[in-house]
């Protein structure tokens, strides 16, 4: 009888327990199977010269101008996309959901910045400074506030639009300047008020990628001017209703920023030294300099590891490319007798091998710009 009970107690102990551990679903079974993996992506680029690389999207729109989405949706985006800095740059002259949401140019910064400083984003202030075409749009980071911009878009306005953001500090480039090439006759040329604001010290950068074009021109004013390289997404829509950011290796069009640390100071100082390489796709637009440097952090020769001789007594020797990042590199031959075409894929090696009796072999580096109609070139020591 006695062990009956003691039979009986732990059964309810166990009973009790097995009660216990089940957790209470209220009445809902959680189906998160298909849910997104919570997680933030690591683009993997080396520091550049002690210098860091940061991942920014220096141009963006949310619902407060002709966006589609609400601020805190840009900061979830870059967050799950590795990135480290964004930017509103919301339209001042163009408002066209003013009737369903209160205008405030840097309403999206302030409604999001507490999100950002929690998911470790750094929030720039920003504008865009809309102007008819030309000459144009030109976004201004690192304003302080929205007070005295001109909403008006008369073209007898267009220098004051411009010199209420100089008057902020601004850093100013001008956006995309072949966006209206078929339509607007003499709209993608270095127009005369370009050259004063440029004259004038009012120009910084030049937008060279937007979204999925390559503006070449562009590319050319910034080198030949000293202007900083830009690539942006000027993302209106989710960036996964644009980009197939699922698929491996795929991201968005970015700037790369050589940053001294990873701060908005940093940010800006690099943005003035032109410490910048723009990334969209599989290329990388740049000065020669800042492209070269970045290629060299990334992309290591080893020393021959094996050689062999022919019938003929010709030999080969065998050598290997790596590729340290998740960049995408494509190098032709040039000069030299050895290994064609390498595709060096994001964090892989391809092996390389050369006759024998020469010093160097010379690849251009297709998937680079270092204008509009040149690649960076690099030689591989044998
Ligand atoms: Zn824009």
Same mark, same amino acid.
């Given at each position: 009888?006695? !062990?009956?009970? $003691? ?40 520091? +550049? ?42 339209? +001042? ?53 929205? !007070? ?23 850093? $100013? ?32 950068? $030049? ?55 990873? /701060? ?22 740049? !000065? ?66 050369? /006759? ?21 070139? +690099?030689?591989?020591?044998?």
């Amino acid at each position: 009888m006695k !062990k009956l009970s $003691i039979l009986l107690a732990l059964i309810g102990l166990l009973n009790f327990d097995a009660k216990a551990q089940m957790p209470s679903d209220n009445g809902i079974m959680r189906l998160d199977e298909f849910r997104y993996p919570k997680k933030r992506e690591i683009i993997n680029i080396p520091n +550049v010269n002690g210098l860091t690389v940061l991942k920014c999207d220096f141009h963006m729109h949310t619902v407060f101008t002709d966006g589609h989405v609400w601020p805190n949706v840009r900061i979830g985006e870059a967050w799950k996309e590795g990135l480290d800095a964004i930017s509103f740059t919301e339209h +001042v002259e163009y408002t066209p959901h003013s009737d369903d949401v209160k205008v405030g140019n840097l309403r999206p910064h302030e409604l999001a910045k507490t999100l950002a400083a929690e998911n470790n984003i750094i929030l720039i202030k920003g504008t865009e400074v809309t102007r008819n075409t030309p000459p144009g749009h030109f976004n201004a980071l690192f304003i302080q506030d929205d !007070k005295n911009l001109v909403a008006d878009r008369a073209s007898d306005l267009d220098e004051k639009a411009i010199q209420a953001v100089v008057d902020q500090n601004a850093f $100013i480039f001008w956006n995309h300047p072949g966006w209206k090439a078929a339509q607007i006759a003499g709209s993608y040329e270095w127009i005369p008020f370009v050259e004063k604001m440029y004259q004038e010290k009012k120009l910084h950068g $030049i937008e060279v990628v937007n979204g999925f074009g390559f503006h070449k021109k562009a590319l050319d004013w910034a080198l030949d001017r000293n202007l900083t390289v830009i690539g942006n997404t000027d993302i209106h829509n989710l960036i996964a209703h644009d980009y197939d950011i699922e698929r491996e290796g795929v991201h968005r069009t970015m700037t790369l920023v050589m940053s001294k640390d990873r /701060s908005a100071e940093a940010i800006r100082e690099a943005l003035e030294k032109g410490n910048t390489v723009a990334w969209s796709s599989n290329y990388l637009f740049g !000065k020669e300099e800042n492209v070269r440097n970045l290629f060299h952090a990334c992309v290591k020769f080893s020393s021959a590891y094996h050689e062999k001789t022919n019938a003929q007594g010709k030999k080969t020797k065998y050598y290997e490319l790596s590729n340290n990042s998740d960049l995408h590199f494509e190098l032709h031959l040039k000069q030299g007798n050895g290994t064609q075409k390498v595709i060096l894929y994001p964090q892989s090696t391809q092996i390389i091998t050369a /006759s024998d009796n020469q010093s160097k072999l010379t690849y251009e580096v297709v998937s680079t710009y270092i204008r509009s109609d040149q690649h960076l070139k +690099v030689d591989l020591s044998l």
